[in-house]
């Protein structure tokens, strides 16, 4: 355990996912990872007082850390199985990666932001977690290390990524909110066979902007 985490933490987490539990994500595998990671780590330590509140929260460069219940919905719907091989676009404070890991994947994770690229780099293996960071524009995805098991989207994309749905395995799993900034629904894409593609929608979300380009 982390020294700045404390069993205070920890008891805040506890409440935390039970609210979780309580708006409708039962996968217990998903409400044990996010018990596990210490979200207020991931924060400016002047907010800390917020970290265990069920809402985003400001993480810098006019990006948020996504609502824990959030979080845990896109995870449940991936439905993540040890070593399974994750995409993730939009690493921002690195929060939702450390989840996936925390659940026994191996996660790929993009960020178009220089600046939130390079601090995140620097604090997620500080508490322990271990994926493999990319700079980059996440419409493209990994071409050259899929295909990938799951896909999560971490940002509002106007609509399914064509490059992102061909890195997915045949049987794998991509959810991404889709549609315009105001508000997005919560897509989950099986992909049954190379050319066959099933959707199902999951509600109302609203996130920051899936945008094209990086940003140095
Ligand atoms: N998963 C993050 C959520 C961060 S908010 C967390 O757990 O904290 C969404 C992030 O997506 C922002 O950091 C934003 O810069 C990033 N983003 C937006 N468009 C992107 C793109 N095309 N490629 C990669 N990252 C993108």
Do not use: W
Request: contains cysteine; hydrophobic residues 40%.
């Amino acid at each position: 355990m982390d020294s700045r985490d404390s069993l205070r933490h920890q008891g805040m987490r506890k409440r935390l996912v039970e609210g979780i539990r309580i708006k409708g994500v039962r996968d217990q595998r998903v409400l044990d990872a996010i018990a596990k990671v210490p979200r207020h780590l991931f924060m400016d330590s002047s907010f800390i007082q917020f970290a265990y509140k069920d809402q985003a929260f400001p993480i810098g460069s006019g990006q948020t850390i996504s609502q824990p219940f959030t979080v845990a919905f896109q995870t449940q719907l991936l439905d993540i199985q040890p070593n399974d091989k994750v995409l993730e676009v939009g690493t921002g404070s690195g929060y939702q990666a450390a989840v996936l890991l925390e659940m026994g994947a191996t996660v790929f994770t993009i960020e178009r932001q220089r600046e939130l690229f390079l601090k995140v780099q620097q604090l997620l293996p500080e508490l322990g977690y271990h994926p493999k960071f990319f700079y980059g524009d996440g419409y493209k995805g990994l071409p050259t290390y899929g295909p990938f098991d799951k896909i999560i989207i971490t940002a509002g994309a106007p609509a399914l990524p064509e490059d992102l749905l061909q890195q997915l395995r045949v049987g794998g799993v991509l959810v991404a909110p889709i549609g315009p900034s105001e508000k997005q629904i919560m897509c989950k894409v099986t992909r049954k066979a190379e050319d066959e593609f099933a959707k199902e929608k999951h509600g109302t979300f609203m996130f920051v902007p899936m945008l094209k380009g990086t940003v140095n």
